[in-house]
């Protein structure tokens, strides 16, 4: 635009030049110049020729000077309407105007719940850069469209490839738990002998490949992968309750095996500690599996820092009480101890429930 304004202004700086040398003949030769004289005509003419070229071509550049200002008018006003609704996506931290709610992060997370709130932002983003694909820009678009473009197109594209890599790792993750749950519960089954005590699964083992396969199945709805492993976690269900319930029906408390004369002090104390533990418990038996006090003798650190140090000696014991808490039956298994005073002397009994089984009431005093 600059170079045929210019162009325009030295064409009738030209013209000028001819008119003046013209003018300048008729003032000065004019009564010697005949009437009609040819060759002045002539360069009459191509004057007012070249003049109306050059008028005509200031015409050209002018409309041609408003359709670029209509141009870029247009290109700014349709670039600015995309501009506002795909920036949020792709502003990060940090910048102005980033909004947390619609930042695409370009990768996926083992975070169910965080995977899930991505994924939806880029649903929304992929949907938005679908119809901004089908969109026409006459004009063309501004530099900060294209930038916020570019990013949004490599953001979805890497998205989809970390999105589809996660996927896999669920379902891998999952096969491989549901697996080594297969493998346990069949061994335990397997080596029942019918009277042994099976071990069981860990409770949160279930739900964790539950979850694990949710997410799968959210990453992935139309795979069918989740539909084979959900029921094979319905079987292992229905192996785990089975054991549970056998396992139930096999615990029984241990006999006596205490024979010093602080047994009853021991099962006051292990019934204190187990009502301080489980409020509104109720006691129904109480043994000491421990035939005698087990002692250790330790030079410990007595503080975080290590400074200060103790020679220790404790004494300690196990025992078993069966209880009815919140109307179930549970045999507790508790570690009681005492610690030896500097004059030789033991302090207190102390201790805390360890660990729970449910059974049942009438194995409670079998």
């Known amino acids: ?47 007012e020729a070249f003049k109306a070229k050059v008028a005509s071509f200031k015409d050209g550049v002018s409309k041609a000077d408003e359709k670029a200002r209509e141009a870029k008018a247009g290109k700014e006003a349709l670039s600015g309407q995309w501009l506002p609704r795909i920036n949020p996506y792709v502003t990060g931290m940090g910048q102005p105007g980033h909004d947390s709610a619609k930042y695409l992060i370009a990768g996926a997370t083992e975070d169910a719940n965080e995977l899930a709130r991505r994924k939806k932002i880029f ?112 079987a292992i269900e229905k192996k785990d309750k089975e054991l549970r319930t056998l396992r139930v029906k096999r615990i029984f408390m241990k006999p006596d095996s205490f024979k010093g004369p602080d047994l009853a002090a021991i099962k006051s104390a292990a019934a204190d500690f187990l009502k301080k533990d489980k409020s509104g418990s109720t006691v129904l038996r109480t043994t000491v599996t421990s035939g005698d006090w087990k002692e250790e003798r330790v030079v410990e650190h007595t503080d975080t820092t290590k400074t200060a140090v103790r020679y220790r000696i404790t004494r300690e014991v196990t025992a078993q009480i069966a209880a009815k808490t919140g109307g179930d039956v549970f045999l507790y298994t508790i570690h009681v101890a005492k610690d030896q005073r500097a004059d030789g002397t033991w302090g207190p009994l102390y201790g805390h429930v360890m660990y729970s089984d449910p059974m049942l009431e009438e194995n409670v005093n079998k």
């Open 123 to 234: 649903d929304e983003a992929q949907t938005l850069y679908d119809e901004y694909s089908k969109a026409q820009f006459p004009d063309g678009k501004t530099q900060e469209l294209e930038m916020a473009e570019e990013k949004l197109a490599y953001s979805l594209e890497s998205f989809k490839k970390s999105y589809a890599s996660m996927k896999e790792s669920f379902f891998s993750k999952a096969s491989k738990m549901i697996g080594n749950a297969e493998k346990w519960l069949d061994k335990e089954m397997a080596g029942d002998d019918g009277s042994t005590v099976p071990n069981l699964l860990q409770k949160d083992i279930v739900p964790q490949i539950k979850g694990i396969v949710a997410s799968a199945a959210s990453a992935a709805p139309e795979d069918k992968r989740a539909v084979e492993m959900n029921k094979r976690i319905e």
């Open 1 to 47: 635009v600059a170079s045929s304004e210019w162009k325009v202004k030295e064409l009738e700086a030209s013209v000028k030049e001819a008119e003046d040398v013209i003018d300048e003949i008729n003032k000065g030769y004019g009564s010697q110049i005949p009437a009609g004289q040819p060759e002045l005509m002539a360069a009459t003419e191509r004057v």
